[in-house]
């Protein structure tokens, strides 16, 4: 079966400071994978995705970075966080026309 | 531009009756739609799906509708459970080579005992 593995589950951060979350999927080959944030009222907002190794589409201009170094691999980076960046993260896979299947999440608070 | 619209933020309803969660969509492209579900600090999970050929899906105590020429989904839950209360998303996606589900804003149901 697949599961979807994403750390850490809770991170304080200071404003300045570089950003790292890392997903894993397992149980599937070449999935769709991506980042959303949940911020207050504002729903799941789509930040990237990505259809194969190395391939990355931005939905919004902001402080982040997407990489995917392996086929089962995303990660969420940023170099300088901002007060704004602060939020709820969430990793999901997909193959085309399915459901997604989201991690854990990661409650990300930038002080 | 909201293409997934849920207009009811929240909704209250008493266990045991039905509980309606209303969502409507702009893009026409759009032809298959999910429904989620989520607690707090969790991942929200998948709870069902239609395709845009049909117009009613069920699975258990949930069944959700599909009105295309209305633009809007609704999803039911009969009867309603404490366990029930959460966080309800409405999802959408156009089918071809699309891989963005796009999320409306949730409708935070609260089934009181």
């Known amino acids: 079966s697949q599961t979807i593995h994403q750390w850490p589950a809770t991170l304080v951060q200071p404003v300045g400071s570089p950003l790292s979350l890392e997903c894993t999927v397992e149980g599937t080959s070449n999935p769709n994978l991506y980042w959303y944030r949940q911020a207050a009222g504002r729903g799941l907002q789509l930040l990237f995705y990505?259809?194969?190794?190395?391939?990355i589409s931005s939905e919004v201009p902001q402080n982040l970075s997407a990489s995917r170094p392996q086929d089962r691999q995303f990660i969420l980076s940023s170099k300088k966080l901002l007060l704004s960046d602060s939020g709820f993260y969430l990793c999901a896979w997909r193959k085309l026309n399915t459901e997604a299947f989201f991690g854990q999440g990661t409650r990300l608070t930038v002080v | 531009d909201q293409q997934v619209k849920q207009n009811s933020p929240s909704l209250s309803v008493q266990e045991g009756r039905i509980s309606i969660l209303n969502c409507d969509y702009t893009?026409?492209?759009?032809?298959?739609f999910l429904w989620y579900k989520k607690y707090p600090a969790e991942g929200p999970t998948f709870l069902i799906s239609?395709?845009?050929?049909?117009d009613k899906n069920e699975d258990g105590r949930f069944t959700v509708f599909l009105n295309k020429s209305a633009k809007h989904l609704s999803l039911h839950i009969v009867p309603s459970q404490p366990g029930d209360s959460a966080v309800y998303f409405c999802?959408?996606?156009?089918?071809?080579?699309?891989?963005?589900?796009?999320f409306g804003k949730g409708t935070l149901l609260t089934v009181n005992p």
């Open positions: 239609i395709s845009s050929i049909k």
């Open positions: 999802a959408a996606n156009s089918g071809g080579s699309n891989y963005k589900l796009t």
């Open positions: 990505s259809v194969g190794i190395g391939q």
């Open positions: 893009n026409s492209m759009f032809d298959y």
